[in-house]
């Protein structure tokens, strides 16, 4: 079982052990920035974000090479996605080109606003030769 910690906004907010985080909105800072920031447990290799604004509507799938992150579906030039690694990334993790190494997946909002909503965030991915859900 994986842990995802989420923090949006200024401020922290710690999720359950699971693998998706659900109904979350993600707030503001004080500067009018709004993001949503997933800790992952470890670091996996992030195949796929997906973003659904309701239990059957995908809003924005996000796929993730090597190299970076590309957003298929609505309003996705208002957006970002990052896939990041805080502390050190391990040496002997095998060269891939169909997902990114990261720990932390960032979400930003370009327009400054009060935030931006979330139903659900799934975050698919593998780990050594397994894919799935992390």
Known sequence: ????NAEYG????SAESARRRSERDAAADQDGNSWLRLTLDKVHCVR???WYVSATTTWQTWTCSNTQCTCT???CSDFSLTVSTTG???DNLPTVT????GNTVQVNYKVKSDGFDIYEIAVLGRQGEQRGFI
């Open 98 to 101: 169909d997902c990114k190494y």
């Open 73 to 75: 579906g609505s309003g």
């Open 88 to 90: 050190t990334l391990t």
């Open 48 to 50: 796929q974000v997906i």
């Open 1 to 4: 079982s994986s842990g995802i």
């Open 10 to 13: 200024d401020s922290n907010s």
